[in-house]
């Protein structure tokens, strides 16, 4: 009886131990039983849902879930009953009634017998709020009413607008980016000139003929800047055309 009890002191001590441990991490950590229903949860994860520990233990995870996600959730628990583990994206339902977007990976993990439900998070909020912002850009570029043509300081076409395919008269992307800027000019000299005269003034301004399938050239009235990383280091050229 002694042997039992330094055993099941040993375990208490090794979860308390583990417990410690993923209470410093940086992810959303929650652990449920069988029944989905929470037996531990991080610091981290009480933090960012506003509950105490003791609000959370035991209670359904389906509450910590957006209510228009749950629908969605359930389905993904299925899936991985079958998987053993599934990431996605989900939203946590905070105290305060706010939504949490999250990366969510479950995993599965049978520990004496139990079979214990591993829930790993983690915020996504500023990586989607990027995305938005990018999201809005592009559609801004794409609506734009002048050509708009970046590249990078080689003079490879990394981007163009719709505009600037109808100043083509072309439909499709995929036919322009690839292909080099000095190629669509008639003097394929101009865009060393263009990047040398933006280096050293920061823009460019001047008109520009632009070769045309099938077409006679067309002559345009261009403006040209650097653009730059996040290192802030120059890396693209950004062209910008009315006919």
């Known amino acids: 009886e002694h042997t039992i009890e330094q055993q099941q002191l040993q375990q208490r001590e090794r979860l308390e131990h583990y417990f410690h441990l993923l209470d410093t991490l940086p992810y959303l950590i929650l652990i449920c039983n069988e029944e989905r229903k ?3 949860a991080n610091q981290a994860l009480i933090d960012l849902l506003k509950y105490s520990k003791r609000e959370l233990i035991g209670k359904p995870i389906e509450e910590l879930i957006a209510p228009d996600w749950l629908s969605q959730w359930q389905t993904y628990q299925c899936q991985e009953r079958a998987r053993q583990e599934y990431s996605y994206e989900m939203e946590y339902w905070t105290k305060e009634g706010k939504r949490i977007r999250v990366e969510w ?3 599965y993990w049978q520990l004496q017998g139990r079979q214990l439900i591993i ?7 500023a990586r989607k709020e990027k995305e938005e912002q990018l999201h809005i850009v592009e559609l801004a570029l794409e609506q734009a009413p002048i050509g ?14 719709y505009k600037f395919l109808q100043f083509l008269h072309l439909y499709k992307k995929d036919e322009v980016i690839g292909q080099r800027v000095d190629d669509l000019l008639t003097n394929q000299k101009e865009f060393q000139q263009i990047l040398a005269t933006i280096q050293q003034e920061g823009l460019w301004t001047d008109e520009c003929k632009i ?13 040209a800047v650097l653009g730059y990383n996040q290192a802030k280091q120059p890396s693209y050229v950004i062209v910008t055309g009315l006919n």
């Open 148 to 161: 708009v043509v970046i590249s990078d300081l080689d003079g490879k076409i990394l981007y163009v607008n």
């Open 38 to 40: 929470i037996i531990y």
């Open 211 to 223: 070769n045309l399938d099938k077409r006679p050239p067309m002559t345009i009235q261009v403006s």
């Open 105 to 107: 990976t479950t995993k």
């Open 119 to 125: 829930n790993i998070a983690r915020d996504i909020r």
